[in-house]
């Protein structure tokens, strides 16, 4: 027993060790290359940003996959690194992968609306996917906000719809995102207020939103990082992840206005009276492969905020699935490596041919 | 038989920190939720917003003063050269969709698509 007792005062005291050494070459060390994945940008206009990933095998599936990120945030969420890398994931299984990122809005783009984004850049990047592969069909995949426009823009073109419509962690029933609904309460949050004097919704009030609603988490986070400072792994994925959250993006303001009103106030998605550019948004009859992959544990769109999508949708041919994790964790990390790459490329595979 | 005792000085903080966090995400999210923490919060940003009005107008006209662009001249100026921008994006896809009609090599082999999911 004296022995076991010296050799885990021994691990305690090299563990400090560690972490007082290696705590300081993390102050001074530059931050990790995230996206690095090689690529063209094929579209540059406005906030809008269209990759093409080189293909890394020899032979790829007949229909190019279009992933959508989020508007909040950038999509290197999807190509971190070497092997923590959706996108490398998908290239090498034999996928033609193409991103719809975004920049930062710029002062001219404030007046750019829901319909400029659903159908200016997911149509204009479904069309240059189109032009570039010489295929009609093109599979969508969208995660969080990128979900809801990839949604939007089916539901407006069921008649010709994408080849397979992929979601991740994709909020319908805005009125179960209980904190932000009592956030934007309409009493008290003047959007129209916000968006005319500011011509954007600042990435570093939606920064703040999103941390609080988890209050203890920075704090928590930062004491897991000291503590785990001796574990290269650890703090490898911890800069990644807090880099990328912390890398918010403002949102053009009468994007973040309509969304407000129309889908956190009106609860438009979920009534089904969504209208874009005075067209409906016709989630049931959207009749192609539809996936819907939600999170157990996730905290930002909860599972009664998203669960109500898949009985909206008209397809057929439809799942949901709920896999263990949170609403990043769900899709980048190991977690992701393990339970959703897998089952996206089971699901999609079979329908790219 | 008798523990091994735990002698990591993180242990008791890996423990209290677990808990603490528990219970502030629990109870903060509780308060926040309330519509007196929405309506103060909402308030200080109301503030926060208007103070930036001021400020930008304020700013707008001390630039006019010194014959300097004020935030608005750069931005119809930054629309302007969108409009250019987008103009250029419509000639080079005309372009392209003209070059496209030559037999020029594509920049990078096609890889054909022809792949069959695993069996």
């Known amino acids: ?353 | 038989m008798t523990d091994t005792p735990n002698l990591d000085p993180f242990a008791l903080a890996r423990t209290w920190m677990a808990q603490w966090e528990k219970m502030v995400n629990e109870h903060g999210t509780e308060l926040l939720a309330k519509p007196e923490a929405a309506q103060a919060m909402q308030a200080l940003s109301g503030a926060a917003i208007q103070a930036q009005a001021a400020s930008n107008e304020a700013t707008g006209r001390m630039l006019a003063a010194a014959n300097l662009p004020s935030r608005a001249d750069i931005e119809a100026l930054g629309t302007r050269i969108a409009s250019v921008e987008a103009a250029l994006v419509r000639i080079e896809a005309l372009l392209r969709d003209s070059a496209s009609a030559q037999p020029n090599p594509p920049a990078r082999p096609a890889v054909p698509r022809t792949r069959k999911p695993p069996a």
């Not at chain 1, 890398?85 to 719809?100: Q, T």
């Not at chain 1, 703090?235 to 993006?249: E, I, P, Q, T």
């Not at chain 1, 129309?262 to 550019?277: C, D, H, Q």
């Open chain 1, 1 to 353: 027993m004296a022995s076991a007792a010296a050799g885990t005062a021994q691990s305690a005291v090299e563990r400090a060790i560690q972490r007082s050494l290696k705590g300081l070459g993390y102050l001074g060390s530059p931050a990790p290359v995230l996206g690095a994945t090689s690529k063209d940008v094929i579209v540059s206009r406005g906030p809008m940003r269209l990759y093409h990933y080189h293909p890394q095998v020899d032979e790829v599936y007949r229909v190019p996959v279009l992933l959508v990120m989020a508007t909040t945030n950038r999509g290197y969420i999807f190509d971190m690194v070497p092997g923590q890398s959706l996108v490398e994931f998908l290239l090498l299984r034999g996928y033609d992968v193409f991103m719809l990122d975004w920049e930062a809005p710029r002062p001219e783009d404030r007046s750019l609306a829901l319909k400029d984004y659903v159908e200016d850049f997911v149509g204009g990047a479904i069309a240059e996917v189109q032009r570039a592969t010489g295929e009609s069909d093109v599979s969508l995949v969208g995660y969080c906000m990128g979900g809801v426009l990839s949604v939007l823009w089916s539901g407006l073109n069921h008649a010709i719809g994408p080849k397979n419509l992929a979601v991740f962690t994709t909020p319908v029933d805005f009125r179960q995102m209980t904190l932000f609904q009592a956030w934007s309460d309409p009493r008290y949050f003047d959007v129209d207020r916000l968006v005319d004097t500011l011509g954007m919704a600042p990435a570093e009030m939606l920064l703040t939103a999103f941390d609080m609603l988890r209050p203890a988490g920075r704090a928590s986070a930062n004491f897991a990082l000291l503590d785990n400072m001796w574990n290269d792994e650890f703090v490898k994925a911890h800069r990644m992840f807090d880099r990328w959250s912390n890398d918010m993006l403002p949102l053009a303001g009468e994007y973040f206005r309509e969304t407000t009103k129309e889908l956190v106030w009106a609860n438009s998605l979920m009534e089904g009276t969504m209208r874009i550019g005075g067209r409906p948004v016709e989630l049931d009859r959207i009749t192609c492969p539809f996936l819907h992959v939600t999170a157990e544990h996730d905290h930002i769109v909860t599972t009664a905020a998203s669960a109500p999508l898949i009985g909206l949708i008209g397809s057929p041919d439809k799942e949901q699935v709920v896999l263990k994790g949170g609403h990043v964790s769900l899709i980048a990390g190991p977690n992701a490596v393990k339970r959703m790459w897998p089952r996206l490329d089971h699901w999609l595979g079979a329908k790219s041919v």
